[in-house]
């Protein structure tokens, strides 16, 4: 019903930058908040950054350097990444919590399937 499409992630030097990007797509009706997560190997997923309406919130480890933002009329989200550093090195994912045309009173909570981001030293 609904799908988030991730795109973006790579291999990077240290100091450089990457832009992430993800499109929903699907029955939606409205959506509540988006974010961002990552989990590096051997780690338990953490919330990198996350947007709501105009509210935003991030990671210490991330503030300065990281930037989400949301292109509502595409449904698309994105997460502009500079200054990478090694630690920086995860599995980014994508969330959406969004209702649906067939059911708009419930919220549903949606994972895409996460890009890769490798940041060498």
């Known amino acids: 019903q609904v799908q988030l499409v991730e795109s973006g992630g790579g291999l990077v030097q240290a100091g450089g930058s990457l832009r992430l990007s993800c499109a929903a797509s699907g029955n939606i009706f409205s959506i509540d908040s988006m974010g961002w997560y990552r989990q590096a190997p051997g780690k338990q997923r953490e919330l990198v950054a996350a947007i709501r309406s105009v509210r935003t919130n991030y990671a210490d480890s991330v503030k300065g350097r990281f930037t989400i933002s949301r292109d509502n009329a595409k449904n698309t989200l994105y997460l502009q990444m500079e200054s990478l550093k090694p630690e920086d090195t995860a599995v980014y994912y994508c969330?959406?919590?969004?209702?649906?045309?067939?059911?708009?009173?419930?919220?549903?909570?949606?994972w895409g399937q996460g890009t890769l981001v490798t940041v060498s030293s």
């Open positions: 969330n959406m919590f969004c209702s649906l045309r067939s059911d708009r009173y419930r919220l549903l909570e949606v």
